[in-house]
């Protein structure tokens, strides 16, 4: 009777287990639905469901906690109710409840107001290429009088001063600083180097230098992998690194100033990356930015000394961590969360969050942080990148403009890129993007009437869009990028509604779709350009929209990357461009590929010190010539060329333009449409200052702090 009742028990236990198993399933497939594909609608009823029927009241709340995320995104004001629940039936789950207050306090709360006496100062410019990816600012001295700087044309270790822009450097070695960080007493740097600029792949050290260039440098650790210094802890003896995992992450270090040797404080797996890894100031905490599920940025603590992971600053917004104040009581961040990215302030304590977020200034938009000086003056790097769509009409055969060229849009100007003509020639989509275009950002996808002018923007979507193709029927758009960290995905959505119909790609890291997605003449398949980091190689994959099964068509060793993929409009080729480096010298290759049978010939060939404008291979309407932009030996302009797919030399056209990228011819072939950048290489960078914000007496609570200790 006992063995019978065991067993029973047993049982019974057992389906628990299962039951709740089935329940966590569900609950990440809710997650992935949310955070993911942005289909909050979906989600919502699976996480009513482990609501519902969940034994654990963790993983309910959890769920409930969700659900008033999901509301608040759509503009609901059932977000109130959700919320409410988590706190009057979860009460035991702190976490939850932590958050669902958090969250009710800023939706009932009136219109947080920016503080009016916050000062915005520019200081100076400096120049980026190419689209500011070189733009790498250092950290405030301790003193505040310096700021430690990657020179902007040589890569040097330099220190700057803030207010008259006067540098000098610390080194002239041939390679490139990846970061550097002031030592407590303002005497020592600590830098990256990455020994080969031109090879990211190849070694870098991590080097300390004399702040006054007398003394030469110290190699403290030398690694095969990227090591990047982010800040001196307190007592001098180490310092907090990011460095590249031995899965394929990146993992925040601790590396000693006395051998050199490296703890990992936390590891990530492949394709995660934290971003503004920052030390307090007490050396107690590190806190970080990471795109967690591949969602929005969140901002999450990690003891110094070991432990769990704490959520800080989390939730359906776009969050990013700026810096600690100089007290270690605040931290200030960017985010999304008014429609804007604005800059936010909210205290902390042992940890944890002890308060509402505070908004500081409203629209600060995205930035780098470089730090506090000791009076409260925060510093930070802002790129500034204009670029707009303008569209011409064009003469095929006499291969020139006709017209002047316009703005595709009034709307969103400066902030407008890649085109994609609709199949039928009414219709325009573009990409709106207002940061950095190396820092990853939510982008918005617009849809121009050319006939009515009307415009639309297409719902749900989010993430770093980075390329455009219509389907042939006009109801759908197959969409390539990334939310950042490593990730990448290639999907296709319907134009009304957003929703996801496909996830064409869904990558973790193993391979990374590029700006080369496009979708086959006849629907019935999509093209795209890939880099399988395992392999090392590039390859073109054709993805059968019925069946589900991939080909691959071409594939490429280590030294070749494929981009820039088009479709003829016969459906019989592809056209790309291929970037190979043979004897250092880097080579743009126009490839032509049958998407049937048969191997990839080269249709044409151009060498630095010119290249091929990004984005620019597109086709002729009767699918007989393939055009490439090509930047002219002045290195200002970018030329147009067309090629025969049947040989011969290209052809040179009338019509060069200032950063000629993504030209797009339309479907009759009598308009193109283009994204001009203002200057060239993209952009500029520009250093500044906010001051008059921290809480306390003028000056902030960091002035007030360095008063009580003198």
Known sequence: MKRATLLALVLVLSGFAAARQDLSDVFYKAVHLQDVKGDLEAAIPLFEKVVTQSKDPSLAAKAQLRIGMCYEKLGATRALQAYQKVIDSYPQQIQEVAAARQRLAAMTSPLPQENKSVALRMLWKVGVQPLAADFVPGEVSPDGRYLSWSNEDTGDLEIRDPKTGQSRLLTNQGGWTIGSCWSPDGKRIAYGWLIDEQNPGMPTELRIADATGKNGTRVLHHSDRYLSPTAWFPDAKSILAVATGKEGGEDIVRVSLDNGAIQVLKGFERGSRPTSVQLSPDGRYVAYELNPDNATPDIFLVPASGGSVIPLVTGPYDDRLLAWTPDGGHILFLSDRSGTYDAWLVRVENGKIAGIPELVKQDFGIVRPIGFAPGGEFYFGRVVVIHDIL????????????????????????????????????????????????????????????????ESTVPKVAGRITSLSWSPDGKSLLLCGGPGGGRSFCKIVEVSSGNVLLDAIATQGEQTPTRGAV????????????????????????????????KILYSLDGSHNPIQLAASPDGKFLAFALVTFPKNVTEYRVMLLPTGHGDARELARVELPNRLGAGTIDWSPDSRYVYFARRAADGETDRLFRVSVSGGAPEELQFESKELLELRFSPDGRQIAFTQYLEKGGGHGELWVMENFLPGPKGGAAASTQKTKK
Do not use: C
């Open 519 to 550: 979708w086959a003449p006849d629907g019935r398949a999509v093209y795209y350009a890939t880099w399988v980091t395992s392999a090392g190689r590039g390859r073109i994959v054709k993805r059968d929209l019925g069946t589900g099964k991939e």
């Open 391 to 454: 569209v011409a009409d064009w003469n095929a055969q006499a291969g020139k403009l006709v017209s002047v060229p316009r703005m595709a849009t009034e709307h969103f100007a400066g902030s407008t890129y890649w085109p994609a003509w609709s199949r039928d020639g009414k219709k325009l989509a573009y990409i709106v993007h207002r940061g950095a275009l190396y820092m990853p950002a939510s982008n918005q996808v617009r849809i121009r009437d050319l006939d009515t002018g009307q």
